[in-house]
């Protein structure tokens, strides 16, 4: 069964990202669970939208056995969240299970050009039977929460903070190592595939797209360099 854990609003302007925090999660739960990896989503920059810094939530990819207890996973999860709580933040935690309806997805692209509300992710959550839910200070997290699920699930949003063993390669690598590490392709902006070369490898950051994860790179200096894509 797949799952995904959306997280939002985890930290303040001295703490740790929730992406970090998000790897943290995924690291405990890899112990009984397959980790397919941990995503990062941008959302609204606007005014209007109170963030930390970058306004981005976070998705943890899982696939599990038939039958496990999603309650009992969701409260671990919270658990692990409430012992780190920043003081001033916003937390919001979502857990859906299985595939994520069409109305979630599009909640999820609104999030990223819109202004939406708790109320709306919380009556969507609702309607669906995901598990939503606020973990202090404004609760304004359960937003972003439910928005990451929803942009995980379409599978062509965010990049991956951690996929197979990419955080373990740095310098310049062949483009086999990314391959041998978790990355599914390697291709120019435009879109052609690259198979041969270097590619500086210290911080790969894959696209996901297609529900994979996707290197995109731009060739300078004698090498591929890696390319972030939202």
């Not at 998000?22 to 669970?33: K, V």
Request: aromatic fraction near 4%; charged fraction near 20%; hydrophobic fraction near 40%.
């Amino acid at each position: 069964m797949s799952l995904l854990i959306g997280m939002d609003d985890t930290d303040n302007h001295e703490s740790r990202g929730t992406g970090h925090l998000a790897r943290q999660i995924a690291a405990l739960l890899s112990e009984n669970n397959t980790l397919l990896g941990v995503t990062r989503h941008q959302l609204l920059v606007d005014p209007r939208v109170p963030y930390t810094s970058h306004n981005s939530s976070a998705a943890i990819h899982l696939e599990t056995e038939d039958g496990v207890d999603l309650s009992v996973l969701f409260e671990r999860v919270s658990k692990f969240m409430l012992a780190d709580f920043q003081p001033g933040s916003d937390p919001g935690l979502c857990l859906a299970a299985g595939a994520v309806p069409s109305a979630i997805i599009e909640f999820g692209r609104r999030a990223q050009n819109e202004v939406v509300t708790q109320s709306q992710a919380r009556d969507l959550a609702s309607t669906f039977g995901f598990r939503l839910q606020g973990l202090g200070g404004s609760e304004d997290g359960v937003i972003g929460a439910l928005a990451a699920v929803g942009l995980a699930a379409c599978g062509e949003d965010g990049r991956y903070l951690l996929v197979g063993s990419i955080r373990e390669l740095a310098g310049l690598q062949p483009v086999q190592a990314l391959l041998s590490a978790g990355v599914v392709a390697v291709k120019t902006l435009d879109g052609k595939p690259v198979d041969k070369g270097m590619v500086l490898a210290d911080k790969l950051r894959p696209a996901r797209r297609a529900g994979m994860p996707v290197q995109y790179v731009d060739w300078q200096g004698g090498h591929w360099q890696p390319v972030k894509l939202d």
